[in-house]
């Protein structure tokens, strides 16, 4: 069987990149934060934060305020909830 046909082999997950969704939740879990802060926390490079901050602040998850800190609204409140609850129905052990 070849690499990427292993869906069903849950042990070994290592071959998979990170999902975009994993990637918001590891940015909007760091917030409050500066931008550098959550560059490293998030493990993105600072073009790769920029294209992901821009996205999550169109769409009303996140801003900055007059401090340059980034932080949640309410709807990101909301996302992560939902987020929480559907790993938790899923079964993953690492609910963050």
């Not at 290592?14 to 500066?34: G, N, Q, V």
């Not at 900055?64 to 938790?88: F, H, M, P, Y």
Request: some cysteine; charged content about 30%.
């Amino acid at each position: 069987m070849s690499r990427n046909n292993r869906l069903s082999d849950t042990t070994d997950n290592t071959w998979l990149k990170r999902s975009r969704l994993e990637t918001f939740c590891d940015i909007i879990e760091t917030l409050p934060a500066k931008k550098t802060r959550i560059m490293y926390k998030a493990n993105l490079s600072h073009v790769m934060l920029q294209k992901f901050l821009g996205y999550l602040t169109l769409r009303g998850l996140i801003y900055e305020d007059d401090k340059g800190i980034w932080q949640r609204t309410d709807k990101c409140i909301e996302l992560l909830n939902a987020i929480s609850t559907v790993k938790r129905i899923l079964g993953e052990t690492h609910v963050k």
